[in-house]
């Protein structure tokens, strides 16, 4: 059965940090790429950043640029996003997901994937 588990979301200040956590398993992780995504009230859904589990190539988002950090682990298929100077734009739900149709920058893009986590709420105050 494949899974995505996040964790890590919370309550932080404005200029505060927080680490999320994904926990795959089910599948391969070499043949994914895995994105992290979120979704605000009222919304669409963004993408923020992508790891392959192929060639570990990254893609940032716009939005979180300079802020954000993803990394992975592939010995036991955990993805991780390290927020840094988070705002208040940036509460939302925050997803994992992994795909195997496209490559990083269309899976950000298009928001697409082919199994998603349950999320994980993180919310910024100011």
């Known amino acids: 059965e494949v899974q995505l588990v996040e964790s890590g979301g919370g309550l932080v200040q404005a200029g505060g940090s927080l680490r999320l956590s994904c926990a795959a398993s089910g599948f391969s992780f070499d043949d994914y790429v895995i994105g992290w995504f979120r979704q605000a009230p009222g919304k669409e859904r963004e993408g923020l950043s992508c790891i392959s589990g192929r060639d570990g190539t990254i893609v940032y988002g716009d939005p979180v640029k300079g802020r954000f950090t993803i990394s992975s682990d592939n010995a036991t298929n955990m993805v991780y996003l390290q927020m840094n100077s988070l705002e208040p734009e940036d509460t939302a739900t925050y997803y994992c997901?992994?795909?195997?149709?496209?490559?990083?920058?269309?899976?950000?893009?298009?928001?697409?994937?082919?199994?998603w986590g349950q999320g994980t709420q993180v919310t910024v105050s100011s």
């Open positions: 997901a992994a795909g195997s149709t496209y490559g990083c920058w269309l899976t950000l893009h298009l928001t697409s994937g082919d199994y």
